[in-house]
């Protein structure tokens, strides 16, 4: 049978490129229009900034209280210490990115592991490329792309050795990239074609055909700026925290300490945070309402 079986509960996990969103709606687009009998629920666990080691710590949080059939994994630009490329060549630069790779490979097994723990089916899922060749006003790591295909390779091997299916956007984006643009100027994040194109990947490899670039279809809207906002409040506390055994109530202090101290890279998404963290739960409830009720009625 093509794609998800009936009644598949399936957790997207992985960075800001799945914490963006727009793939995993056009995905749920598709099975809630052509393949809607199914009844298939989709649900986005990706964190902006995220790698396999802070994914591991919520998975209890964020992942299995969706009592997930399905797991689709991708991780790897942020785990890959790209930015080491930054620095002159040393034996502290090049260890540092070989104990990068050598973590993530770990991470990832223990991640399958714990998946596999509670019977819940694995799709492994390479990296999209980091885009070293293309005109633009950011800076290339030398190197960045040579990095992202290795973490690639490393993905395919991790699904071979484990067993599990592999969908493989690195591939699939190196050669769409010859002829469109398909990545942001940062060099790393799917442009809105670009989401397109992860999502008409992901459904090729399931054995169905998304078709033409078209727009993500309207009534999908509130249930998208919902995740936004509920996705983000994960993605303060990873980029300004990084710590996964606070109380609510610390984890507010520390984003408000922040915000008092006025510096930094994140000041906005803590102002956020602290607007929306009391709403975690009843954003979490009425994501999935949209989802498993609202969609399935239209």
């Not at 309207?218 to 980029?239: L, N, P, Q, V």
């Amino acid at each position: 049978m093509k794609g998800f079986p009936q009644n598949a509960r399936v957790c997207f996990i992985g960075d800001s490129i799945t914490h963006h969103n727009d793939a995993i709606a056009y995905i749920s687009a598709y099975y809630h229009e052509h393949l809607k009998e199914r009844n298939v629920n989709f649900y986005n666990c990706g964190v902006g900034g995220g790698r396999v080691r802070t994914a591991l710590p919520i998975m209890d949080k964020d992942v299995f209280p969706h009592n997930p059939t399905h797991a689709v994994i991708m991780f790897g630009i942020n785990d890959a210490d790209r930015w080491a490329f930054a620095e002159p060549k040393s034996v502290e630069r090049y260890d540092t990115l070989v104990n990068a790779y050598n973590v993530f490979q770990q991470n990832l097994r223990e991640m399958c592991r714990r998946l596999k723990e509670k019977n819940v089916e694995i799709i492994l899922c390479t990296e999209t490329p980091y885009d070293e060749y293309q005109a633009s006003e950011t800076p290339a790591l030398v190197g960045g792309f040579a990095l992202m295909a290795g973490y690639a390779q490393a993905v395919r091997e991790i699904a071979r050795d484990l067993g599990v299916s592999l969908c493989d956007y690195h591939k699939y984006f190196s050669r769409a990239m010859q002829g469109e643009s398909l990545i942001t100027p940062d060099r790393v994040h799917p442009n809105e074609l670009g989401q397109f194109h992860i999502a008409k990947c992901f459904l090729a490899f399931q054995g169905l055909d998304l078709g033409e670039y078209q727009p993500i279809p309207a009534y999908m809207d509130a249930w998208r700026e919902k995740i936004k906002m509920y996705r983000t409040i994960w993605m303060a506390e990873r980029m300004i925290i990084d710590k996964y055994d606070l109380t609510t109530e610390e984890q507010i202090a520390a984003i408000e300490a922040y915000v008092k101290e006025g510096k930094g890279s994140y000041l906005d998404m803590a102002q956020r945070h602290l607007q929306t963290k009391h709403l975690q739960q009843q954003l979490n409830e009425e994501i999935n309402y949209l989802m498993e009720v609202e969609f399935k009625n239209r």
